[in-house]
């Protein structure tokens, strides 16, 4: 049986969540981190001594860290599909995984949690601007790569759509100026029509 502990308004547990929806592998998920506590608990500490999600389980085998998640779901139930055999094919995938950790996350933080979970006192309006300007700057990298290709993974869903999929719904709903990006757009609305897309990723913001 595969486990996988993580709260599921968490980014990072979405990208998960949806893979393994995609794939149809059977799972329990476990709410873990935030109110749900869990994550200091000596059980969990012992396989995740990190105390983040999400972590997984599958029969005896312990895996923390989101994207290594993505790619060990995808190398053991989608090898050929969600996982290239091609190898420069999956490294043009495995690329904009890393990117996404690298480049999006910190700016895009800053713009979600002044727009959806810090309190009106609490917003920080010129940190809110900047990122703001920052995830618009780098989304049209990702804009301009879907000019080529219908996912960021090449002809098909893969890798590296997972990360900043998840970004880009909260990015095409929160109430904020965006810059127009007519391919990224296009490409939400292909993984909107996905049922693990919508049962995954697309919950209230919060």
């Not at 703001?132 to 219908?150: E, M, R, S, T, Y």
């Amino acid at each position: 049986m595969l486990t996988i502990w993580g709260r599921g308004n968490s980014t990072n547990v979405k990208k998960v969540l949806w893979c393994a929806e995609e794939l149809g592998v059977p799972f329990e998920h476990i709410n873990a981190g935030g109110s749900f506590g869990v994550v200091n608990d000596p059980e969990y500490r012992a396989m995740n001594p990190n105390g983040l999600v999400p972590c997984i389980k599958d029969g005896d085998f312990v895996l923390w860290e989101s994207n290594a998640i993505v790619r060990y779901f995808a190398a053991k139930y989608g090898d050929g599909t969600l996982y290239p055999r091609d190898v420069p094919e999956r490294a043009s995938a495995d690329k904009w995984m890393d990117w996404a950790t690298s480049s999006v996350a910190l700016p895009f933080r800053d713009v979600f949690w002044n727009i959806v979970r810090f309190s009106p006192e609490q917003k920080d309006m010129a940190a809110l601007d900047k990122a703001l300007k920052i995830c618009g700057g780098l989304f049209k990298i990702v804009d301009a790569a879907l000019a080529q290709k219908p996912f960021l993974s090449g002809d098909q869903l893969g890798i590296g759509d997972f990360p900043i999929g998840c970004y880009a719904y909260a990015w095409f709903e929160m109430p904020i100026e965006r810059p127009a990006l007519p391919h990224m757009a296009a490409w939400y609305e292909r993984l909107k029509e996905r049922p693990a897309y919508r049962k995954a990723v697309m919950i209230p913001l919060t």
